[in-house]
């Protein structure tokens, strides 16, 4: 696919919410989305990268200390 250019943060992540609505090709990782390393590994499964390791790497991130720190700093906010 050629890649898509947008004016906004929101403008992208809006398109890809809904490539991912819309396509039964990801409906496993819309189905796991609570569940961030299942999201990853089902998005990979559907074909979504071309990296063999892109859910290893994404869950490393959803799951290292600068998201853990975000997240509890949201939550005392």
Do not use: C, H, W
Request: hydrophobic residues 40%.
């Amino acid at each position: 696919e050629p890649f898509r250019v947008y004016e906004s943060f929101e403008q992208s992540f809006n398109d890809y919410a809904q490539l991912l609505a819309s396509s039964g090709r990801y409906r496993q990782a819309v189905n796991s989305a609570a569940n961030p390393s299942a999201f990853f590994s089902a998005l990979q499964t559907a074909g979504y990268a071309t990296d063999p390791n892109y859910a290893k790497k994404l869950s490393a991130i959803a799951e290292g200390d600068v998201m853990r720190d975000a997240i509890a700093s949201l939550r005392s906010a």
